[in-house]
């Protein structure tokens, strides 16, 4: 299975999902960019080319200085 990012990993696991359901089997998962920080984990082997980490906010709990700097 090949997916180009994954952040949580959870359409990787719903498709995961459903090639068990029709009587396939995954041998491996291959991303472009890993912004789980290896968090996302699968019941095969995973490859990724790029991992990234960076912290993300939800809309009402971005800190002050920066949402001023999006704002300029």
Do not use: H
């Not at 999902?17 to 009587?23: A, L, N």
């Not at 290896?38 to 971005?62: C, I, K, N, W």
């Amino acid at each position: 299975m090949v997916e180009d990012v994954i952040t949580r990993g959870g359409r990787v696991q719903e498709c995961l999902e459903i090639v068990k359901q029709m009587g396939g089997t995954t041998v491996a998962v291959a991303v472009l960019v890993d912004r789980s920080a290896g968090q996302a984990r699968f019941d095969v082997p995973t490859y990724s080319l790029l991992e990234m980490s960076y912290p993300t906010y939800p809309a009402d709990q971005v800190p002050e200085w920066l949402a001023e700097d999006s704002r300029r």
